[in-house]
DNA sequence: CTGACGGGTGTACATCGTACGCTTTCGCGC
DNA sequence: GCGCGAAAGCGTACGATGTACACCCGTCAG
């Protein structure tokens, strides 16, 4: 039904949301307050909470706008035909996924403070994982393969995987959909194999992981000092 | 009486950061306010503005305090006794590095967040950068290893040496102090190395980074994975 | 005694997120 | 056409935050 015409088409989610991305790249993040963002949009501020539910959901808005730019899967490449290909397709979807951070620079340090797992967050992880089921590996090493892509040198790692990133995580209602599980069976997969694993648990083992990311590190490092690894010529 | 007794000790930087550096540990990050600072401390709130210049030197002098914690060398292992033992003592490291940074939740989002490189980030990145080349590795190799303990799945790294990863850098006088090159070898040889590879760049290769960081753990896993690598049983 | 100075005070302001209630507009069954 | 209920937008107001600015007071060097 396509809204009636007035003096200005009423706003909805997305062009909120795709307003404050822009306003994002702009003017940078520390700009997007709801009273700049609704100045830009022609509206009194609290007209926006129409549309979100509050800031952390317009935050967590922005962020699945960007996530949608992803191309997490490229169709024209069936990834069943060659089970030795999977290392390519992870290499072009991370580096497709670097190049649209990279426009958006801002949210680097946004999705590092989201403490909700949205269903394009989940979608990405799900795309992500299903490369490395299937390539072949198993749902263990896949597992712990996907938290080594978040581990790094302060000594955490970004609990994928587990949500207690914030403390209180208001339980407000997302203005977004809730996520339905059936709709990510890798995922699924690599926590029924972890908690068959570790009957009884909650959450992954953190210090596991650490350690399993630290070993694969060193234990390349290792290799290619061994074999006196240097910079390509210009 | 020398310092004569008055009802209250006179505050002092290291005071006001620990008291902020507990506040944090026991209500969370967002209760760090400088009002709430200062009611902590029997203080009016402006009175604290006499020991840090605004509230990001607050941010990052609790960082500070929380990093010198950390211990980056073992003095008792000479590192140059084995040339192989490189490797145990960068874990040791990171996995004391880790202890502190879990007793301190609050940390891992703030130092995300910081703009500067506070003296005493500089000297923990220093000790590490020691750990591999007094293993014998390369400045070349070492250059890009640190790079590596920092890159993830969200197509970004951290920008451990370039600085912009804020817009403005307020260059407001930060009430601590500048760092000086000659404290930091290990940094200044890989910089030189760097810029005798690339002459006239400014700042890293990001991409450069992000694909040995993305090759270097793909070769790894697929090494996993061609071994039929498992979890550990219980 | 005096004057500078470092630490602490008090007031004031702009900005922020958002609770609450009102008004306007739109689409639809009558 | 009419009325009505829901959706969209408006206006006011409150409490919190960071911090600029002017001031006050106790200490100490001269």
């Given at each position: 039904m396509p809204?009636?015409?007035?003096?200005?088409p009423p706003l909805h989610r997305v062009t909120v949301l795709d307003a404050a991305v822009e306003l994002a790249d702009a003017e940078g993040i520390e700009a997007v307050s709801m009273r700049r963002l609704a100045e830009r949009l022609g509206v009194v501020p609290m007209a926006l909470y129409k549309h979100?539910?509050?800031k952390e959901d317009l935050l967590d808005g922005m962020i699945d706008r960007v996530i949608a730019q992803f191309q997490p899967g490229d169709p024209s490449a069936d990834p069943s035909a060659d089970p030795s290909a999977w290392p390519d397709a992870v290499?072009?979807?991370l580096l497709s996924t670097r190049e649209v951070v990279q426009r958006h620079p801002w949210a680097r340090r946004v999705i590092?403070?989201?403490?909700?797992?949205t269903p394009a967050v989940l979608a990405y992880m799900e795309a992500v994982t299903q490369l490395f089921l299937g390539g072949g590996l198993s749902p263990d090493l896949t597992h712990h393969v996907m938290h080594v892509l978040g581990n790094r040198i302060w000594g955490f790692s970004p609990e994928?995987?587990?949500?207690p990133g914030g403390r209180p995580a208001s339980d407000r209602?997302?203005?977004s959909g809730q996520p339905v599980p059936s709709d990510f069976p890798g995922i699924l997969a690599i926590?029924?194999?972890?908690?068959?694993?570790?009957?009884?648990a909650t959450g992954c083992?953190?210090?596991?992981e650490f350690r399993f990311a630290l070993d694969l590190l060193l234990d390349g490092i290792a290799r290619l000092h061994a074999s006196e690894w240097a910079s390509p010529p210009l």
């Open positions: 809204p009636s015409p007035r003096t200005r979100v539910s509050d290499r072009r979807v590092e403070t989201r403490t909700h797992r994928l995987f587990n949500d209602p997302r203005t926590a029924a194999d972890a908690s068959a694993r570790r009957p009884g083992d953190e210090e596991f």
